[in-house]
């Protein structure tokens, strides 16, 4: 077998069209996670229902096992009651303890840049359910605004075992309805 045929054989041309399809699948599945997906959610108290949109990262960040396999993470936004709240979904968020007049509360605070903007700090607020997984945020309003019409949107959360880690967000085709 000559040296070119030996690059043409029926064998390496499957491996190779294998390869190229599990790429595509990759970006498929990345653009799937890139756009917002709304819904509608009864308030169970009150019956209201509430707009809720979510965008997953762009990209997906390796951790140390056991959370290996690639990790997103997930911005929720809704209207009624107004609240940001952000999901990872493999991974542990670190938090740090403050005082507080009503008792400690936990919060992280995570490092944003809208574009080509400056960083600029945010704190989140750990859930009553003390959830390692997820954090509110403390301004939602000025979050909402901020991303309004921006087309990139990078936040840098600090995970257990991990350190700081960076995620990636298009958040331009966010429904006016959540703002």
Known sequence: ???????????????????????????RADMALADWKYFE????????????????????????PPYNG?????????RHP??????????QIIYNIKTALNGP?????????????????LKGIQPKSHSTTEFTLENPAAFTMGIRKKTSLKVEVLLYQDGPKV???NPNSMSNALY
């Open 105 to 121: 509360r936990f919060v992280t605070v995570v490092n944003c840049r809208l574009d080509d903007g400056p960083i600029f700090v």
């Open 167 to 169: 995620f990636d967000f």
């Open 82 to 91: 107004r609240e940001v709240r952000f999901q990872i979904d493999k991974g």
């Open 41 to 64: 959610q009864a308030d169970q108290l009150t019956g209201k229902k509430s707009l809720i949109g979510k965008l997953n990262s762009k990209n997906r960040v390796d951790l140390s």
């Open 1 to 27: 077998m000559s040296f070119f045929n030996r690059f043409r054989s029926p064998e390496r041309i499957a491996e190779i069209a294998a390869k190229k399809e599990a790429e595509l699948d990759q970006i």
């Open 70 to 78: 690639g990790s997103t993470l997930t911005i929720s936004v809704s």
